[in-house]
């Protein structure tokens, strides 16, 4: 209850963005961009699909080529649905913090990983 | 969310390392079928854009849409599970289990793991729409839709994610 009331008034200290956000839920209530660029985002998140897919399957395009495309619209596609749908964009920065945090921590696990597993075995020093 | 995003960070850094070390089949490459998951990317991504409608409408008080949006949400996450038990059926039958290599081990866990959250996400939509459509849920009470959305975009992220690395990745 008490998380619930301060997440409300977290919302309440957010900054106003304005031109085009609605504060539909009062003024209590995180404000959202209106359902025609809901829908316009999810169009862009389809059409990227589409792409990433097309890069692919046409085998038209060399792998060094393909392979940072694929990155970057990836990160496109999270950055579309993480800022606007999960509305990080327009929310209080604490929950901004709460989510960049931990996801910044995952990457240097998998970082890590990869450094662990296929960097360093190729010194010989921990190799078979 | 931010545990969650620690766990599936290290799922995938597991898949990542141990791709391509099995030493016996079936490979990614012989299973993986880019044009289906293609199909259940995409419902998921619409099951994400059903999310910010429903709780559109549901703030604004328009309880019509707002229980058929939370119902779409619904129906595409039976969809994606749908997709992902096929997918999964099919591996068995062509050897493919979590017993018979890396792949098998490190695919069936991630996207496993993924998959029981999209199922817990289906069960608190249904149980949230059943309070919409009883009338125990209205506008003052939109934060509870707000919170099962924010879980339901961050397991549509995962997948975006898994998409890539998982699956397109191996076709390049």
């Known amino acids: 209850m008490a998380e619930h009331h301060g997440m409300q008034e977290a919302h309440a200290h957010a900054p106003a963005h304005g031109h085009g956000h609605d504060h539909a839920g009062g003024p209590d209530a995180p404000p959202h961009v209106g359902w025609k660029k809901y829908v316009l985002i999810g169009v862009i998140l389809a059409a990227v699909t589409v792409l990433e897919v097309a890069a692919v399957e046409s085998h038209i395009f060399p792998a060094n080529v393909v392979i940072p495309a694929l990155m970057v619209l990836t990160v496109a596609k999270f950055f579309l649905v993480v800022l606007y749908y999960m509305h990080l964009k327009m929310d209080h920065a604490i929950f901004g913090r709460v989510f960049w945090g931990p996801l910044f921590l995952a990457v240097l696990v998998v970082l890590g990983l990869f450094l662990l597993f296929h960097i360093v075995p190729t010194w010989g020093k921990f190799s078979n | ?172």
């Open chain 2, 1 to 172: 969310m931010g545990s969650e995003t620690l766990f599936f960070g290290t799922l995938i850094g597991t898949y990542m390392v141990y791709n391509g070390a099995s030493v016996v089949g079936p490979y990614p490459r012989d299973v993986l079928d880019i044009p289906l998951t293609t199909i259940s990317t995409f419902v998921l991504l619409m099951s994400s854009l059903a999310v910010v409608l429903a709780l559109e409408f549901l703030q604004q008080g328009k309880r019509k849409l707002a229980l058929f949006w939370t119902m779409m949400i619904i129906v595409l996450g039976c969809g994606f599970l749908a997709f992902q038990a096929y997918e999964f059926t099919h591996f068995y039958h062509v050897g493919l289990t979590l017993q018979s290599n890396i792949f098998g081990s490190t695919f069936f866990v991630l996207t496993g793991f993924h998959g029981a959250h999209v199922t817990v996400g289906v069960i608190w939509l249904l149980v949230l729409w059943f309070d919409m459509y009883r009338g125990h849920m209205g506008p003052q009470q939109s934060l509870r839709l707000e919170i099962a959305g924010l879980y339901w975009h961050f397991v549509d992220i995962v997948w975006i994610v898994i998409f890539t690395l998982v699956y397109l990745m191996e076709f390049v």
